[in-house]
Antibody, heavy 120, light 113 residues
Framework: EVQLVESGGGLVQPGGSLRLSCEPSGFTFSNYWMSWVRQAPGKGLEWVATIKSDGSDKYYVDSVKGRFPISRDNAKNSLYLQMNSLRAEDTAVYYC?????????????WGRGTLVIVSS | DIVMTQSPDSLAVSLGERATINCKSSQSVLYSSNNENYLGWYQQKPGQPPKLLINWASTRESGVPDRFSGSGSGTDFTLTISSLQAEDVAVYYCQQYLSTPLTFGGGTKVEIQ
């Protein structure tokens, strides 16, 4: 089955860190750009970060630049989001999303998400 | 940044009737080199992740019912559900992917009247 499964979310204090993981299955992970998109409770979608298929280039929304490095390990079939210096406004469901093959900036497969709560 | 504005915020439509959702971008998302609009539409049902319905403004993804159609160019786009079904109750989002930061519209909630 073609799917993405996120893990690593949870409750963390402001200023803390968390590492999200995404495990793909059913497709050749190394062929695709991958992204993280988040959704605050009851709110809309916000793109967070994207990494090219070979990990050579990474892109971020300004609000997480320098705090949330995105990475991948194609040998281990895994995508990561290291979340540092967390703030209350980072509270959201974080989705792992696959970029469409022709053009990686829109997303043709999404995971079910992992919830991150930043609170003291 | 390209700001995406959707309207209405919500709409209630009778079963079998047409639903129309609008999306306006603050800058054109038409790429002149290939004449493609870098605009997608997603459906998010309650408790589920988003699902890509339409890309390049009007190309339906495989498996998406043909009652869903996308139209528009430049800065103004429309998602039409020609005959609303109960399973179409969801929030719909547009997304531009012409430039980073990638941005989404605020969403339009579609309900049954």
């Amino acid at each position: 089955e073609v799917q993405l499964v996120e893990s690593g979310g949870g409750l963390v204090q402001p200023g803390g860190s968390l590492r999200l993981s995404c495990e793909p299955s059913g497709f050749t992970f190394s062929n695709y750009w991958m992204s993280w998109v988040r959704q605050a409770p009851g709110k809309g979608l916000e793109w967070v970060a994207t990494i090219k298929s070979d990990g050579s280039d990474k892109y971020y929304v300004d609000s997480v630049k320098g705090r949330f490095p995105i990475s991948r390990d194609n040998a281990k079939n895994s995508l990561y989001l290291q979340m540092n210096s967390l703030r209350a406004e980072d509270t959201a469901v974080y989705y792992c999303a696959r970029g469409a093959l022709r053009h990686g900036w829109h997303f043709d497969l999404w995971g079910r998400g992992t919830l991150v709560i930043v609170s003291s | 940044d390209i700001v995406m504005t959707q309207s209405p915020d919500s709409l209630a439509v009778s079963l079998g009737e047409r639903a129309t959702i609008n999306c306006k971008s603050s800058q054109s998302v038409l790429y002149s080199s290939n004449n493609e609009n870098y605009l997608g539409w997603y459906q998010q049902k309650p408790g589920q992740p988003p699902k890509l319905l339409i890309n390049w403004a009007s190309t339906r993804e495989s498996g998406v019912p043909d009652r869903f159609s996308g139209s528009g160019s430049g800065t103004d786009f429309t998602l039409t559900i020609s005959s609303l079904q109960a399973e179409d109750v969801a929030v719909y989002y547009c997304q531009q992917y012409l430039s980073t930061p990638l941005t989404f519209g605020g969403g339009t909630k579609v309900e049954i009247q």
